[in-house]
């Protein structure tokens, strides 16, 4: 095919269209993108060739012939996801709707440096793709979550503090080099906001997640998407000094860090000091579903430290809605109270009149979604479906 027959107002406005799942006459396209109808007929042909448009049987008819539909087809390709964390990656294939197809959890060790680590992952993902009947020329890309700073435009992890190793490694063309298709790459962080919004909270415009687990890190969504700011560094909020006097030294070098005082690996600490043994974020919840008020009491008073910060970025941003996720969300309400008390007190009552703070609703499946969705929003934007069209 030739690329210049492709007009970019037609083929992909017409796909954007029908990416929201609803089956549509010819007619009724030409009417929503005010094509003439011979080019609206053309472009079906070319999308229906491509298999990213099917033939839908949907068609409410009043009678007599119904008038053919087409639809979104979310089984033309599928994608790679991978979810990687220190300790273990969780990896899926999802169809282009971002449905799960299959999915595997796999012990990993990300100190095993990033051809180890991302070999292993590829060799799991092969394996899935063909417990998903697939093969890898059904691959619209992969897309990789990784536990560090990470500058999305390259795909390249920065100064990953708990990843020896991997700083400035090029792990796009690693995994092309391996499966042969477009690689995304971003941190943990920004990948589970991406899932909980698009899994959960799609019908709001503006959502800040935050991560608080070992470490505290957020997502930013404005206008349904990702805000990663202009190195990718958006969101990373554990670093914030805290709005009080205190001399608890950062592993990042600062003193008062938000993260040194309120994660779980944090809470663990001063609950050992006080004589209630805990290591991490895991160990700290468990304390608190037995009834340890000393845990309770720290998570609380965590919550408030997270929401004093997180008041400021309400005023600034004005989302509405405060997800709240990661390993020490799961002490439930305490934290969650803690942050609400905090933001209310701190913020005026035009930010916060209809904000919701809630506990994260995705889990630990927010980020092996959000990988999907980072690669399909990318790989079916307008102008990758261009190129996809003329492969
Ligand atoms: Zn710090």
């Known amino acids: ?85 220190a300790t273990h990656a969780k990896l899926a294939v999802t169809d282009l709707a971002g449905e799960v197809l299959v999915q595997q959890d796999k012990v990993v060790d990300i100190a095993d440096g990033p051809e180890v680590v991302l070999r292993e992952v590829c060799e799991r993902g092969r394996a899935l793709l063909t417990q998903a009947g697939r093969d890898e020329c059904d691959l619209l890309g992969v897309g990789i979550g990784l536990p560090g700073p990470v500058e999305h435009l390259s795909g390249k992890p920065t100064n990953p503090p708990i990843m020896p190793g991997w700083d400035g490694f090029d792990v796009p063309d690693f995994v092309r080099g391996e499966l042969g298709a ?90 050992t ?29 965590a919550g408030r430290d997270i929401g004093e910060v997180l008041a ?3 005023s600034l941003f004005n989302p509405s809605v405060l997800a709240v996720g990661g390993a020490l969300s799961l002490a439930g309400e305490h934290l969650i109270a803690g942050v609400r008390e905090a933001v209310y007190q701190r913020s005026l009552p035009l930010a916060t009149q209809n904000l919701r703070i809630v506990q994260s609703r995705s889990g630990d499946e927010a980020g092996v979604h959000g990988v999907a969705f980072m690669v399909i929003d990318h790989a079916l934007a307008p ?9």
């Open 1 to 85: 095919m030739i690329r210049g027959e492709l007009s970019p107002a037609g083929t992909a406005m017409l796909f954007q269209l029908l990416r929201d799942g609803r089956p549509r006459t010819r007619a009724e396209l030409s009417a929503e993108t005010g094509l003439a109808r011979s080019t609206v007929a053309e472009r079906i042909d070319t999308l229906l060739s491509s298999g990213l448009l099917k033939f839908s049987d949907k068609a409410n008819s009043t009678g007599g012939r119904p008038p053919t539909m087409f639809a979104f087809n979310p089984a033309a390709r599928v994608v790679l996801a991978a979810d990687i964390g």
């Open 182 to 271: 477009v690689t995304l790459v971003d941190n943990d962080v920004n990948i589970m906001a991406l899932g909980e919004y698009r899994s959960h909270w799609s019908e709001y415009a503006h959502m800040i997640f935050v991560k608080i687990a070992t470490g505290i890190g957020s997502g930013l969504i404005s206008y349904g998407q990702l805000h990663r700011g202009s190195q990718g560094a958006a969101g990373d909020m554990g670093h914030v000094r805290v709005p009080y006097d205190t001399d608890v030294l950062c592993r990042c070098g600062n003193v008062g860090c938000l993260e040194a005082v309120a994660s779980g690996a944090a809470i663990a600490a001063k609950l």
């Open 273 to 301: 000091e006080a004589g209630v043994p805990a290591t991490n974020s895991a160990d700290v919840v468990s304390l608190a579903r037995n009834g340890s008020v000393p845990a309770l009491q720290h998570i609380r008073q």
């Open 312 to 314: 400021m970025a309400v």
């Open 383 to 391: 102008s990758q479906v261009e190129a996809l069209l003329s492969l």
